[in-house]
Each structure stands twice: as structure tokens, then as C-alpha cells.
């Protein structure tokens, strides 16, 4: 079976099962094909409209989503060598660094939204960066 999108010539659109293509050109130059609004029997096979999917864009990144990748994967691992990595202790941490004046100790860890609220409120002002997962490309 076979599907088309037909247009009569007043421009009613319908769609149509037939057998297959053959039986399809019989019927219409037999003109066994009406129109199901008007009943006319000039029908056309219309254009179907081709079907866009974004699928493809989303599996394969356009060239601007590699690069900016790229730069992320640069910036993890430019902090991961020059940082040392404190985790969930990062706000004590920040704190210890910033009050004791430690040197200028470069520590990279997490907080929660009101971890980070409260050292900002302190006037620890952080920064944070998109972490890019090292298994993605
Ligand atoms: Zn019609």
C-alpha cells in the first residue's frame, strides 16, 4: 500500500491509499480519482512537504559546540593541574584561603547554590565554570 497526498484542481487536499503507484496512475487516467470535497475529477498528486528532523543536529554537534567542548576540556584541565582539588570542603576551604590569607592557594571544589550565596555574601566572590565530562567526546 501507498500513500499520496492528492490536490484536486480547486485545491482541496486529501490523502489516498492505493495498491501501489501503477494502480494509482490506472485509476487516475481512468479518472476513478474524485476529489472527496468537491467530487471533481482533475487530481493532481501533490508535493509532500519533506519531514525536517533535528535528530541528526543533536547527534552530531555542530562545529561551534565542538570548539567551545574543546575549550571547556582546556579550562578542566588547565584547573586540574593548577588547582588543588578540595570537593564537598571547598566553602571551609575558600574560607581558609581568604580569612588566613594563605598564600595564594588555588583550590577548585563544589558548593550548594546556598553555599555560595552565603561566600558571596562574605564578599568571596567565585567563579564558577561549566565542568565538562571528560568521557563526552
Ligand atoms: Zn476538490
Not at 499520496?4 to 501501489?20: A, V
Not at 475529477?41 to 535528530?55: A, T
Not at 570537593?87 to 571551609?92: A, D, I, L, S, V
Not at 577548585?108 to 561549566?130: F, H, M, R, V
Amino acid at each position: 500500500m501507498i500513500k499520496y497526498n492528492l490536490k484536486c484542481k480547486n485545491k482541496h487536499e486529501f490523502e489516498s491509499w492505493f495498491l501501489d503507484s501503477l494502480e494509482f496512475e490506472k485509476l487516475l487516467k481512468r479518472k476513478m480519482i474524485e476529489c472527496v470535497f468537491c467530487r471533481t475529477k482533475s487530481i493532481k498528486k501533490s508535493i509532500m512537504s519533506p519531514r525536517v528532523s533535528n535528530k541528526k543536529e543533536i547527534n552530531q554537534p555542530s562545529k561551534e559546540i565542538r570548539k567551545m567542548k574543546k575549550d571547556l576540556l582546556k579550562l578542566r584541565k588547565f584547573v586540574e593541574k593548577n588547582f588543588d582539588y578540595v570537593g564537598k570542603n571547598f566553602p571551609t576551604e575558600v574560607r581558609k584561603v581568604y580569612y588566613d590569607k594563605k598564600g595564594n592557594k588555588n583550590i577548585y571544589g563544589t558548593t550548594t547554590p546556598k553555599e555560595a550565596e552565603d561566600l558571596k555574601d562574605e564578599g568571596i566572590e567565585l567563579t564558577t565554570i561549566p565542568w565538562i565530562n571528560l568521557k563526552e567526546n
